[in-house]
T-cell receptor, first 114, second 114 residues
Framework: QQQVKQSPQSLIVQKGGISIINCAYE??????FPWYQQFPGKGPALLIA?????SEKKEGRFTISFNKSAKQFSLHIMDSQPGDSATYFC?????????????FGKGTTLSVSS | DAGVIQSPRHEVTEMGQEVTLRCKPI?????LFWYRQTMMRGLELLIY????????DSGMPEDRFSAKMPNASFSTLKIQPSEPRDSAVYFC????????????FGSGTRLTVV
């Protein structure tokens, strides 16, 4: 499988702080980069996604920054809240290929302390 | 819609026994994916189906693992014989054929092999 490398493995942030999670990919053909959020006992759920034709996408407190030349992208969570405590997975895929499988990073466990 | 339904939620079995995990995808979704989650390896893609046909099983760890999708509303993942290193959470996910709409994951089956 083409790899997606994610860091850090775990992250502790104070309430109101900024959480930053980074990912790097290898396959330059990838053209879709989502982030999934997983709460304990649940399956991952789509949080936000970006395509490589833009360098940034923002939805509320969540922002993806994308650097095509470096083959890296990151998730920024502004004003982090205790309810954001979860495991976050970055992923990569080919957008226009039906049934294409997402390749996930290993995940980052985020704890937001109150 | 009840979402992706996986059964059982928890399974404890003895080494050497056969284990069958079940998944009912969302009606109308034509792609189905099996992932395995462990702390060490994160979310690993095992196999995926498109229109009930297996597309890529390169992630299946060895011949002890097999998966079937006899129809659009049911899939199984079988491990025979099971080993302690197979202990993990197994997720089934379905999608409508293009990743942009996201995967819907089930709640997973936590497998413990003793």
């Amino acid at each position: 499988q083409q790899q997606v490398k994610q860091s850090p493995q775990s992250l502790i942030v104070q309430k109101g702080g900024i959480s930053i999670i980074n990912c790097a990919y290898e396959n330059t053909a990838f053209d879709y980069f989502p982030w999934y959020q997983q709460f304990p006992g649940k399956g991952p759920a789509l949080l936000i996604a970006i395509r490589p034709d833009v360098s940034e996408k923002k939805e509320g407190r969540f922002t993806i920054s994308f650097n095509k030349s470096a083959k890296q992208f990151s998730l920024h969570i502004m004003d982090s809240q205790p309810g954001d405590s979860a495991t976050y997975f970055c992923a990569a895929s080919l957008l226009n290929q039906a049934g294409t499988a997402l390749i996930f990073g290993k995940g980052t466990t985020l704890s937001v302390s109150s | 819609d009840a979402g992706v339904i996986q059964s059982p939620r928890h399974e404890v079995t003895e080494m050497g026994q056969e284990v069958t995990l079940r998944c009912k995808p969302i009606s109308g979704h034509n792609s189905l994916f099996w992932y395995r989650q462990t702390m060490m390896r994160g979310l690993e893609l095992l196999i995926y189906f498109n229109n009930n046909v297996p597309i890529d099983d390169s992630g299946m760890p060895e011949d002890r693992f097999s998966a079937k999708m006899p129809n659009a509303s049911f899939s199984t993942l079988k491990i025979q014989p099971s080993e302690p290193r197979d202990s993990a959470v197994y997720f089934c996910a379905s999608s409508s054929g293009t990743v942009v709409f996201g995967y819907t994951f089930g709640s997973g089956t936590r497998l413990t092999v003793v």
